[in-house]
């Protein structure tokens, strides 16, 4: 037993060591909360928009110790698990007037307290140009995250099956992306938020999954902050999963129930959602290429390859080398 209590307290040390390694080696990121009155995270599908939500929900006093006005009272659980809060849902129904009287409540409550305020949205990323005229004459930084779309392409159906209550086939949806110029989903749409709020002004990173390895998600969006990697220790976590994808089995189900089920009734579509999630947990991940026929995957990484390479040469910060 004392030897296997050394062996865990080793691993443990491993594990430390290499987490600081992988935290040192990030380039330096300035302080947010020193360089603008707000900044605003747009959740781009597939990125873990909402374990952000939830480390900054369960952290709102302590980003407040590191400068910084996080609202927590515009969301609670199921809103991050299950849908974007009022600010972005005035924006997806292009409300601009009640938008941006809400923002500059917001913005009045951080600079009363002399905070930066700090935003985390699940639906901003498709619109750049609503909210940059919600926005408009205020010194923002734009936060995001890019994932490989055909890395994403599962996690992108998943949320239209679940959120947008869409009822076409995984293959139908897949083909679709093919024949389409949908600048969401290919990541080119961060083209135009660089063009609206300049390139100094967003900082678009990797979703890079073999780094969270090492680190969390939740750190590496600490860091981006610019908050100090020596408090990260002092911030609240979640060990659970927050909306992860169902399985291939649960979203087929939940496409089906789509055909029947009021979308309206939120109650019971979350609890619908919820009990599919717990199912999921107990089922393998799978690949891609082994759900689709060989010709449309081809098609997929032909469709993203160019606009890839054009956002890691003009847009994305560099974490890993390998990404």
Request: glycine share 4%.
């Given at each position: 037993?004392?030897?296997?209590?050394?062996?865990?307290?080793?691993?443990?040390?491993?594990?430390?060591?290499?987490?600081?390694?992988?935290?040192?080696?990030?380039?330096?990121?300035?302080?947010?909360?020193?360089?603008?009155?707000?900044?605003?995270?747009?959740?781009?599908?597939?990125?873990?928009?909402?374990?952000?939500?939830?480390?900054?929900?369960?952290?709102?006093?302590?980003?407040?110790?590191?400068?910084?006005?996080?609202?927590?009272?515009?969301?609670?659980?199921?809103?991050?698990?299950?849908?974007?809060?009022?600010?972005?849902?005035?924006?997806?129904?292009?409300?601009?007037?009640?938008?941006?009287?809400?923002?500059?409540?917001?913005?009045?409550?951080?600079?009363?307290?002399?905070?930066?305020?700090?935003?985390?949205?699940?639906?901003?990323?498709?619109?750049?140009?609503?909210?940059?005229?919600?926005?408009?004459?205020?010194?923002?930084?734009?936060?995001?995250?890019?994932?490989?779309?055909?890395?994403?392409?599962?996690?992108?159906?998943?949320?239209?099956?679940?959120?947008?209550?869409?009822?076409?086939?995984?293959?139908?949806?897949?083909?679709?992306?093919?024949?389409?110029?949908?600048?969401?989903?290919?990541?080119?749409?961060?083209?135009?938020?660089?063009?609206?709020?300049?390139?100094?002004?967003?900082?678009?990173?990797?979703?890079?999954?073999?780094?969270?390895?090492?680190?969390?998600?939740?750190?590496?969006?600490?860091?981006?902050?610019?908050?100090?990697?020596?408090?990260?220790?002092?911030?609240?976590?979640?060990?659970?999963?927050?909306?992860?994808?169902?399985?291939f089995a649960a979203v087929e189900l939940r496409r089906l129930l789509n055909f029947?089920?009021?979308?309206?009734?939120?109650?019971?579509?979350?609890?619908?959602?919820?009990?599919?999630?717990?199912?999921?947990?107990?089922?393998?991940?799978f690949a891609l290429s082994e759900y689709i026929p060989e010709e449309l995957y081809?098609?997929?990484?032909?469709?993203?390859?160019?606009?890839?390479?054009?956002?890691?040469?003009?847009?994305?910060?560099?974490?890993?080398?390998?990404?």
């Amino acid at each position: 037993m004392r030897q296997l209590n050394i062996f865990r307290r080793k691993n443990q040390q491993n594990e430390t060591t290499q987490q600081e390694a992988a935290l040192l080696n990030l380039p330096y990121f300035e302080k947010l909360a020193e360089e603008y009155e707000a900044v605003i995270h747009i959740g781009v599908p597939g990125t873990g928009s909402a374990a952000i939500q939830k480390l900054l929900f369960d952290n709102h006093s302590r980003l407040a110790q590191s400068g910084f006005y996080y609202p927590a009272s515009t969301q609670n659980n199921i809103q991050i698990w299950h849908r974007q809060s009022k600010l972005g849902s005035y924006i997806e129904k292009n409300d601009l007037a009640a938008a941006k009287l809400l923002f500059d409540n917001y913005l009045a409550t951080a600079k009363k307290n002399n905070l930066t305020l700090l935003l985390s949205e699940k639906s901003l990323y498709a619109y750049p140009d609503r909210f940059e005229e919600v926005t408009s004459g205020k010194k923002c930084k734009i936060l995001a995250f890019f994932r490989d779309p055909l890395d994403a392409l599962f996690s992108n159906y998943n949320y239209a099956v679940k959120h947008d209550f869409v009822t076409t086939t995984f293959n139908q949806f897949c083909q679709e992306v093919v024949n389409s110029n949908n600048d969401r989903l290919t990541g080119k749409i961060f083209e135009q938020w660089q063009q609206l709020y300049s390139k100094k002004n967003l900082l678009a990173l990797k979703y890079d999954q073999s780094l969270f390895g090492l680190i969390t998600l939740e750190m590496l969006f600490l860091a981006a902050l610019g908050i100090d990697k020596s408090l990260f220790n002092t911030f609240k976590y979640t060990q659970e999963k927050i909306n992860p994808s169902l399985s291939f089995a649960a979203v087929e189900l939940r496409r089906l129930l789509n055909f029947v089920i009021d979308k309206e009734l939120f109650y019971y579509n979350h609890n619908i959602d919820w009990l599919l999630q717990n199912y999921s947990g107990q089922s393998g991940k799978f690949a891609l290429s082994e759900y689709i026929p060989e010709e449309l995957y081809i098609a997929l990484q032909d469709k993203f390859k160019e606009t890839n390479d054009y956002l890691m040469d003009e847009i994305l910060t560099h974490l890993n080398s390998n990404f």
